[in-house]
């Protein structure tokens, strides 16, 4: 078993479609983290190809230079998703809820999900829904950093630490058959994270977990 049914748990078990009602047009990281994020989007991303950004909001850190021949957007509230201008067209949907994708096979060349992962509580499903929807060869590349709506993260991951985040993410893709040896990109702060949660500077660290669907 990938994760125990206590690790699984959060704190606020309430129906996150309550939580995520209001829309937050606010970004969850610092612009150090955005722009590494979308430094590493344009080496990573092929021009003209198809994207799901998985739980997204109102922007989704795409390269601004680079064209796409589809963006499909998912989360949890219409509102955001309808203001992101990145999107062709989005869905809403709580994973936790019902975590299989109404996304075709084979039908994506990367799926991307943005500080997000820790609210997974299904992760051995959504990752064989990532690797189903991508084409053989395409990417996945789940970033995050030490933030987090704490009451609505797993156990798994609140009583984890950096290090301990960085190595689930990577058994997340190492559950799934058929995904590449996860490649992970650490860049921390030079600060103590208490000095960090207190607003002290630093910047937010950035870490990022890279698969591909292996050819078949």
Do not use: C
């Not at 702060?189 to 669907?213: E, T």
């Amino acid at each position: 078993m990938l994760l125990k049914p206590t690790q699984r748990t959060k704190l606020d078990e309430s129906d996150d479609r309550l939580f995520y009602s209001l829309p937050r047009f606010v970004t969850h990281v610092d612009n150090g983290f955005i722009g590494q994020l979308t430094h590493l989007y344009g080496d990573r991303l092929k021009p003209n190809s198809r994207i799901f950004d998985m739980m997204s909001s109102w922007v989704s850190h795409l390269p601004p230079e680079m064209t796409f021949a589809h963006v499909e957007g998912h989360g949890l509230n219409e509102e955001e998703l309808g203001k992101n201008r990145r999107l062709n067209h989005y869905f809403v949907q709580d994973l936790n809820d019902n975590p299989h994708l109404p996304l075709e096979d084979q039908s994506f060349d990367a799926v991307l999900n943005a500080v997000s992962v820790q609210y997974i509580q299904h992760p051995e499903v959504v990752f064989s829904e990532i690797h189903r929807i991508l084409k053989p060869g395409g990417i996945a590349i789940i970033s995050f950093s030490n933030r987090m709506f704490y009451q609505k993260a797993i156990q798994a991951w609140r009583e984890g630490n950096e290090g301990s985040r960085v190595a689930l993410v990577k058994r997340y893709f190492q559950a799934v058959e058929g995904f590449s040896n996860p490649e992970a990109i650490a860049r921390k702060s030079d600060l103590p994270s208490i000095l960090q949660f207190m607003g002290m500077g630093g910047g937010d660290p950035f870490y990022a977990i890279i698969a591909h669907r292996l050819p078949e």
